[in-house]
């Protein structure tokens, strides 16, 4: 497969959409929103996955099966099933969907914090298999070829992109479900957080931790704890669960120390 372009600042973001989009067919934008976003999460979180993994192999070989290595650098524990290259390898497969369901169950069995959060009814009759099939095709050309912590920076823009498209596609233009990104780098902007706790309280996708971290890289790499909260709290959008002892739980995943 061939790595899409990186293009422009915008340009690949716009061409993913447009492309995911025409995929889409007769779906809801507010239903196809959360198979494509749960899609390129299930990516990110297996991306930072696989660099861990790599790194392990190389200095500690013998502990790149334990995930006790993974959850001490707040890396989420991503089993064998429920791996990218699997799923990639199985795009094609009719039982495509029941696969990725399985795959959030996996993940969510063994990382306690993720339980009952994810998206797991891609293997409903309406969802064709070969749709997604195609999108699982698209997400994996995603910087292909490109250095890991690259690669995973650009998918977190994509799906910061494709949440700011499917708000405006629901006819939320104004920002009531979502913060355009130019607002939020002006507000982070206007805060210089460059030391102590940042929270958020309407947190989202967490678009603002994300322009903290670039914000701050002129200084420090972003701690473990700033990339495994920004992991987190892109989780808001995938969720069916609107309880609130739900919302209570994660509030912790709102409030970043620098």
Known sequence: MESI???S???I??????TADKLRGNMEPSDYKHV?????????????FELKRQAL????PEGAEDPDEYLADNIFWVPPEARWSHLHANAKQPAIGRLID???IAIEKVNPSLKGVLPKDYGRPALNAVMLGELIDLISGIALGEGKDKARDLLGRVYEYFLGQFAGSEGKRGGEFYTPRSVVRTMVEMLEPYKGRVYDPC???GGMFRVVGKVRRGT???SRRHRHLRAGVELHHMAAVQDEPSRARDRRRHQVEL
């Open 5 to 7: 372009d990186n293009g």
């Open 9 to 11: 600042d915008l340009g």
């Open 13 to 18: 973001e716009a061409t993913l959409f447009k």
């Open 36 to 48: 494509a976003l749960g899609l390129i999460f299930l990516k990110h979180i297996s991306d930072g």
């Open 57 to 60: 192999l190389s200095e500690y």
């Open 102 to 104: 399985e795959a959030m």
């Open 203 to 205: 947190c989202g996708s």
């Open 220 to 222: 420090r790499r972003p």
